[in-house]
């Protein structure tokens, strides 16, 4: 088998993350199954060995941190990760944030019904605003931001495992979009509140009712929470986007379509970890089936294809383990991949 011509990292994952030393929440995405969550329980074992207090979430629906880790992370709640230290995992429940969406909603459509003296029964609104498409991924975003907001001091280091990759950029460009919906509702209630009061004639209890209003004060404090985390996702010092491919032509292509995505929200990206490559030493001088032989000369292509078109954004190749990444043993050997950054051989 002759040798790999692959352009080595320019700047490794451990380079890098020294670059930015108030680098705290580090999110892995990519197309499904590509090893996006033993990607981020590797980061996560690093910084949690090196002493540093590291949480990590899923904000997968199909959650996979209890599998990886090898014990019960289900349920929602902050759990320290057996065998340990500094290291506390969680799988995040939507659940209770859905419910009390629809309750928030029901409550808000009845006051305006209510309101606008509308004789129209609002149950039927009411379902129908409560099973958007969206609805759940919206839920799944404000659990991001209160982690974000309220874990964000207690913790040194927040790795996220994101969806597949078009989920993520979603969930995150949510915080661009909900920008835009809260100050066009805002504008729209502060000027229903204002006609309302020049209604009765009572001008100088305009700003004395929008202030006492509860849905402005819903609106308000979500706008609040949403600048907060604007400022967090957009800042390159403290948040960074990792993408995770294979040496494949589907996954490649899905990365590189989606930094674009990523970039446009204004969410910096922190670089891209090849998974699954078959090191050389696998097939070098060896006799070995058709089948390693023709993947690993099929590799060899798309690793130039990932040197030529993200070189500069690789920062670690994860090799193919002879077992399945499950358990603090191989977690480890997946976090010494990313550590060296060097191709394996």
């Known amino acids: 088998m002759e040798a790999r011509e692959v352009t080595l990292v320019s700047e490794n994952f451990i380079k890098f993350v020294e670059s930015k030393p108030k680098l705290k929440f580090m999110f892995t995405g990519g197309k499904g199954g590509v090893g996006k969550t033993i990607s ?6 690093h910084f949690a060995e090196k002493g540093e207090k590291t949480l990590i979430v899923s904000l997968n629906p199909v959650h996979s941190l209890s599998s990886v880790f090898g014990q019960d992370l289900w349920g929602g709640q902050i759990k320290p990760v057996n065998g340990m230290d500094n290291l506390w995992a969680c799988e995040v429940d939507i659940s209770e944030t859905v419910n009390r969406y629809r309750e928030q909603i029901a409550r808000r459509l009845r006051e305006f019904m209510k309101w606008a003296d509308i004789p129209i029964d609002p149950d039927p609104f009411i ?20 982690i974000m907001i309220k874990q964000g001091e207690e913790y040194d280091r927040i790795i996220f495992d994101c969806a597949a990759v078009a989920n993520a950029v979603r969930l995150l460009g949510l915080s661009k979009i909900y920008g835009l919906w809260l100050t066009r509702m805002m504008k729209s209630r502060e000027e229903a509140l204002s006609l309302r009061v020049k209604l009765s004639f009572r001008k100088e209890k305009i700003i004395e009712e929008i202030k006492k209003d509860p849905m402005m004060a819903d609106l308000l404090s979500m706008n609040e929470r949403m600048k907060k985390a604007r400022v967090l996702l957009n800042d390159d010092e403290k948040t960074a986007f990792f993408f995770v491919t294979l040496p494949l ?7 590189k379509r989606f930094i674009g ?3 446009a929200f204004d969410i910096p990206v922190g670089g891209v970890f090849v998974n699954m490559v078959i090191p050389e ?14 993947k690993f000369k099929e ?16 920062r670690a ?5 002879p077992t399945e990444v499950t358990g603090l043993e191989m977690i480890k050997k997946v976090s010494d991949a990313l550590i060296s950054g060097e191709l394996p051989t």
């Open 249 to 255: 032509a589907l996954p490649i292509a899905v990365v």
């Open 261 to 263: 995505m990523v970039k």
């Open 281 to 294: 030493s696998t097939v070098r001088g060896r006799k070995v089936t058709e089948y390693l032989a023709n």
């Open 127 to 146: 379902e129908v605003a409560t099973t958007n498409p969206a609805f759940e991924e919206s839920a799944m975003f404000d659990d991001m931001v209160d």
């Open 317 to 321: 190749y994860i090799p193919m383990f």
């Open 40 to 45: 981020a329980a590797g980061i996560a074992y």
């Open 299 to 314: 590799q060899q292509g798309y690793m130039q294809i990932i040197s030529r078109d993200l070189g500069e954004l690789v």
